[in-house]
């Protein structure tokens, strides 16, 4: 199907679409219809709609013009050589582009409606703004693995710190560089090496810390102190690290209803414009 057809097609779906909003009792919108003229000549229409109103039946041709470019006044002078001949009927020209001004003011001399129908452009069924504000505030607790037993325990820090960094959808690069890394653990607690509970994390934060690199920074330092980690049990631990970080984003983003839009018609004319939902 070459491009023209599509188009006619495309007009006289929309051109449906308008009769089943209207109301009326109508006959279905046609295509690629023989109409002959007071000539004896047969005239193709591209659209035809016939339809009732007000116990009078009104019949529509509508030419349809698949250009690139504004259409010129002998196209609208040859319509109007169309609709002089067939009689009774009213004409509607559908272009993607627009008129030259010759066009219109031609057509407005004879009574012929010059329609722009097309599909929306990027941008064109935007129909409002979101502003949207993000505001992020969260602390880590990180721990510095003491080497000496991860090295007894066969535990590979740098391969946990690597996995680390591979399971983070962002900032991976400071977990492939960080000291303190993120622990799952069993519970709140740190322990001895006995196993008994010392304190909870939560309370240690109560402390005040031994180093405060930055404001948003806080560390403890200990001797002999463990989180207890489900598969490696007991986990020594030189530091915790607690650490905030602050985040403040605004965005606007589009509201566009173009995924349900599908055509723009407007009066070329009369400047009015309509959504084809």
């Known amino acids: 199907m070459d491009a023209n057809t599509k188009y006619e097609l495309f007009t006289q779906e929309v051109y449906q679409l308008l009769a089943t909003y209207s109301g009326s009792a109508t006959s279905s919108v046609q295509h690629n219809v023989k109409l002959k ?10 659209v035809y709609w016939e339809y009732e109103k007000d116990g009078k039946v009104h019949r529509v041709a509508i030419e349809c013009k698949n ?13 109007f050589g169309v609709l002089y001949d067939i009689g009774n009927i009213k004409g509607i020209m559908a272009c993607k582009e ?4 010759g066009a219109k003011k031609y057509a407005d001399s004879y009574g012929i409606s010059l329609m722009e129908l097309r599909a929306p452009r990027d941008g064109e069924t935007v129909i409002g703004e979101l502003d949207m504000h993000f505001e992020t505030d969260v602390t880590r ?10 090295a007894k325990k066969s535990f590979d820090i740098n391969i946990y710190r690597e996995r680390t960094a591979m399971c983070s959808v962002q900032n991976s690069e400071k977990w492939r560089n960080a000291t303190h890394l993120p622990l ?15 304190l909870s994390i939560e309370e240690l934060q109560k402390h005040k810390p031994d180093k405060h690199p930055d404001e948003n920074t806080n560390i403890y330092c200990f001797e002999d102190a463990y989180v207890k980690n489900e598969y490696w049990g007991l986990m020594k631990i030189d530091e915790i690290m607690f650490e905030r970080e602050y985040s403040k984003d605004e965005q606007t983003y589009s509201v566009d ?8 018609l407007a009066d070329a004319l009369g400047g009015e414009k309509m959504v084809i939902m």
């Not at 003229?37 to 591209?46: N, P």
């Not at 627009?98 to 001004?101: K, S, T, W």
């Not at 607790?141 to 991860?150: G, R, V």
């Not at 607690?189 to 008994?196: E, F, Q, S």
């Open 98 to 101: 627009g008129y030259q001004d």
């Open 67 to 79: 250009y690139n470019q504004k259409i010129p006044i002998g196209r609208v002078r040859d319509f």
């Open 141 to 150: 607790c990180l721990f510095l693995i003491n080497e000496k037993w991860a």
């Open 184 to 198: 799952s653990t069993v519970d709140d607690n740190i322990r001895n090496a006995d196993g008994c509970v010392l």
């Open 257 to 264: 209803a173009g995924r349900f839009v599908r055509a723009i």
């Open 37 to 46: 003229g007071k000539s004896g000549f047969e005239h193709q229409v591209d």
